[in-house]
């Protein structure tokens, strides 16, 4: 689905009634099917423009325009599964939440079970439908955070640095298993992340952000081919595209500090 | 060569030495179960000579401090008389009944104001600082008035009972329903979750580790309640008891019964965890949050 974002900002107020520009004027098109990384340094505002698409934060100002209503996936950065509830129950738990209308509507689908089990399957959980949270590995946990951000077939995903707290190896199996769901259901995917590479690596366009205030400075246009694989990574394309972004983030950080 | 040999026969030695010495600290070792119990006994055992000693010896009167050997007699006496339903038995279960009533009512009480104070703003302004004027009542004081209001029979006994055991539950609770992490918070309000789901799925459970504590402490405040309140009048109750035998100068009574009613407590704060281990089945961050895992 298309996401509009138009000229939105953001001002916090601070405890001490100083007003920090989160984020200023910021305007991005987002198309069908893209998969968008938001890459910058922290208090860059990448988080917050994701909170303000999700719909967790009110803009000061602009608008977000969505080409058809629903109801985005999730994953955070941390798993944040409920601990007393099985991998398949955690799964299943954004079916169970809404308002009225929703939930009847979920409740109505009673293939919803079959889907959690079938998605657990897909990100490499079969067997473990039936643990709970503390007998998972980190790593293990994030996969069924994959499972419940894909559970309502939502055509938009929104990642917070899902996989920051992942040490190297487990993050670019995840970087992989998360490209894979993604080119096999076509949702819109936007990613925070503050890795280059892996921004680089999974997405079509980065979205390159600097702070004081936030803003986009750079749309870098990813020119790896599709799918990407593992190897892609010690590829010339890839350095060329890692280091345009680089660059497009050090021009301004320089300048920044002049 | 034959150093080597020397060498290996000498370590052989040396571990031979060791382990049997580990064995016999084995024993009394505070690292496993049976080195644990046999340490405690021995503790209790080593307190119990001390005590016969002082008594017999007459460093202590006989009038001030009973001897181990009478409160024990004592003891099997009551414990006789409570398995043959004589009326040291009425006496053990009313306080039992007494204790859990008012045990019961502080539960559903605190855990009632608590789930008010931790879920809307207004009521905690309003309440709080009345809560914590009133908890630093101390209950002796109220005792009186509760037994004019509630009069003589056991219902006094359950109020001051409930009023000594609800703000532990109460203040237990509060904290437990705003305990929940904040990224869960913003996955539920991501996933469009009402209030109420997000408190049915998550702060309910959250909550529990907290909850639990404050019962732990509930149940032995709800003894001391209900025995104070046997102190302040009435004709049954364990604590009746004692103050009769302390009347009468019937020191080993008045211990014995001491020992009954920790007997009491100790079973009433057993059965309060064997409910956390049933209700908590998963695994909580801090497991340590019972605060008496007496093993």
Known sequence: ?258 | MSTVVHEGGQRQAETGNGSRGERRMALFSLENRVGRISAQIAFLVAVLLTWHWFTVSGLIPKILVAGPLDVLNSLWTSMQDIATGGSMAEHFWTSAQEILLGFAFATLIGVAMGALIAEFKPIRTLVVPYVVALNSMPRIAIAPMVLVWFGFGTSSKIVMSLLTATFPILIATATGLTASDRATQRLMRAYGATRWQTFRKVKIYDALPYFFAGLEIGITLATVGAIVGEFMGGNAGLGYVILVAQESLNLPLVFSTLILLSFLGTGLHRLVLLLRGRVIYWKTEDDEKSIQKSK
């Open chain 1, 1 to 258: 689905m298309n996401v509009d974002i138009a000229g939105v900002s953001k001002i916090f107020h601070t405890g001490d009634g100083e007003r920090v520009t989160a984020l200023k004027d910021v305007s991005v098109k987002i198309q069908p099917g893209q998969f968008v990384s938001l890459l910058g340094p922290s208090g860059c505002g990448k988080t917050t423009l994701l909170n303000i698409v999700a719909g967790l934060t009110n803009q000061t100002d602009g608008n977000v325009y969505f080409s058809e209503q629903t109801q985005p996936g999730f994953m955070f950065q941390s798993p944040t599964l409920l601990p007393w509830r099985t991998a398949v129950d955690n799964v299943l738990l954004p079916a169970e939440l809404g308002g009225r209308p929703k939930l009847a509507q979920r409740r109505a689908d009673a293939t919803l079970e079959q889907r959690a089990q079938e998605l657990l399957r897909t990100v490499g959980l079969s067997g473990f439908e039936h643990r709970y949270p503390e007998e998972l590995s980190g790593g293990m946990q994030q996969r069924v955070a994959i499972a419940r951000a894909l559970l309502l077939e939502s055509s938009l995903v929104l990642m917070d640095e899902p996989f920051s707290a992942l040490d190297e190896f487990t993050r670019e199996a995840m970087n992989l298993l998360i490209l894979d769901v993604w080119a096999a259901r076509g949702f819109t995917a936007m990613f925070v992340t503050h890795n280059v590479f892996e921004a680089v690596f999974l997405a079509d366009r980065v979205l390159v952000m600097t702070p004081r205030p936030g803003r986009i400075v750079e749309d870098v246009t990813v020119s790896l081919p599709r799918p990407r694989t593992s190897d892609m990574i010690g590829s010339d394309g890839f350095a060329a595209d890692v280091r345009r972004v680089r660059q497009a983030i050090q021009s301004f950080w320089l300048g920044d500090s002049e």
